[in-house]
């Protein structure tokens, strides 16, 4: 099963940039498309949404919300992704996980990292 441990959260104005860094195990990571997901506990009830995901061949893709303005890669030597997000805005505010691409049914999750984007 996989383990991951993400980092690289915090506190940043609005317009300002982090790079999010997760460390995976358990699971064949040069094969496997990995994805970053977002809870934002801001909204009562708000489903946990899909940021962006790399393929095992480097194959990027991102949702709407997230597209021109973040960066997912990933360095299979170390096991690890990383998401790099520009020009933050308040409503990019929430927890951050990463975790395979799709998600299986039962997924384990980490303990995520928190991105808070002040206004």
């Known amino acids: 099963q996989v383990h991951v441990v993400e980092s690289g959260g915090g506190l940043v104005q609005t317009g300002g940039s982090l790079n999010l860094s997760c460390v995976v195990s358990?699971?064949?990571?040069?094969?496997?498309?990995m994805g970053w997901y977002r809870q934002a506990h801001h909204v009562l009830g708000k489903h946990l949404e899909y940021v962006a995901r790399i393929s095992s061949e480097g194959q990027t893709m991102y949702a709407d919300s997230s597209w021109g303005r973040s960066t997912i890669s990933r360095d299979n030597a170390k096991n690890t992704v990383y998401l790099r997000m520009d020009d933050l805005k308040p409503e990019d505010t929430g927890v951050y996980y990463c975790?395979?691409?799709?998600?299986?049914?039962?997924?384990?999750w980490g303990q995520g990292t928190q991105v808070t984007v002040s206004s």
């Open positions: 358990g699971v064949d990571f040069s094969g496997q498309t």
């Open positions: 975790n395979v691409a799709p998600l299986p049914g039962n997924p384990a």
